[in-house]
């Protein structure tokens, strides 16, 4: 167990649905960040929240957005889904600390669109 | 394109011997990471190597970075099956930013 908490872990949905994945960062982590994993387009950055803001942003489809709880927990929610949004959806958290930058996984959301 | 690509996509070897894994990048770098991912798991991070060193150990794991070359390789000698996984290098420009992954480098350890 990695500390980092996703669910669910496999969600089946239909194409136009929309779903949120939910992540609980490690005790103390204070960034999180989402990653989409897909055959084809390896693992792809998403965003990042820092303390409740969020702080970069990378390959996230205009249909996805995310937030950062006061209590640290994020979610991502993904809308108006297409067939190519089925992937593995990976949350990682970090204490950052300005230099070296390490990530802890979650065991990851794999999301099914038919 | 992707920072950290890694080199060759998929590698077969015989349980014992030595598998080297390499990864480039485009840009500069403050660290470079490498991370393992047994099949449709999460990414569990295996060692850091700073733009400052040339060399890391950690058991059996060996990496070397080579700033000049934007290069790195990830060595594991005495393979075992346990090691059949996905291996995938890892980008940090530094402070809170996070890593950018290359597609990994799929390792076969045969029995």
């Known amino acids: 167990d990695s500390g980092v908490t996703q669910t669910p872990k496999h969600l089946i949905t239909a194409t136009g649905q929309r779903v949120t994945l939910r992540c609980s960062p490690r005790?103390?982590?204070?960034?999180v960040y989402w990653y989409q994993q897909s055959l084809d387009q390896g693992l792809q950055f998403l965003i990042q929240?820092?303390?409740?803001?969020?702080?970069a942003k990378g390959n996230i489809l205009e249909r996805f957005s995310a937030q950062q709880f006061p209590d640290l927990h994020s979610e991502l929610n993904l809308s108006s889904l297409e067939l190519g949004d089925s992937a593995l959806y990976f949350c990682?958290?970090?204490?950052?600390?300005?230099?070296?930058?390490?990530?802890?996984f979650g065991a990851g959301s794999r999301l099914t669109v038919l | 394109s992707q920072q950290g690509e890694e080199d060759p996509q998929a590698l077969s070897i015989q349980e014992g011997e030595n598998a080297t894994m390499n990864c480039s990048y485009k840009?500069?770098?403050?660290?470079l990471q490498w991370y393992r991912q047994n099949s449709g798991r999460g990414l569990v991070h295996l060692i850091l190597?700073?733009?400052?060193?040339r060399e890391k150990h950690s058991g059996r794991l060996r990496v070397t970075l080579d700033t000049s070359k934007k290069s790195s390789s990830l060595l594991i000698t005495a393979s075992r099956a346990a090691d059949t996984a996905s291996y995938f290098c890892?980008?940090?420009?530094?402070?809170?930013?996070?890593?950018?992954f290359g597609k990994g480098t799929h390792l076969i350890i045969q029995p």
């Open positions: 005790s103390g982590d204070l960034s």
């Open positions: 990682a958290s970090s204490v950052v600390t300005g230099e070296a930058n390490v990530l802890t």
């Open positions: 890892a980008r940090a420009r530094g402070g809170a930013d996070g890593l950018t």
């Open positions: 929240y820092y303390n409740g803001e969020e702080r």
């Open positions: 840009t500069s770098i403050n660290n």
């Open positions: 190597i700073r733009s400052n060193e």
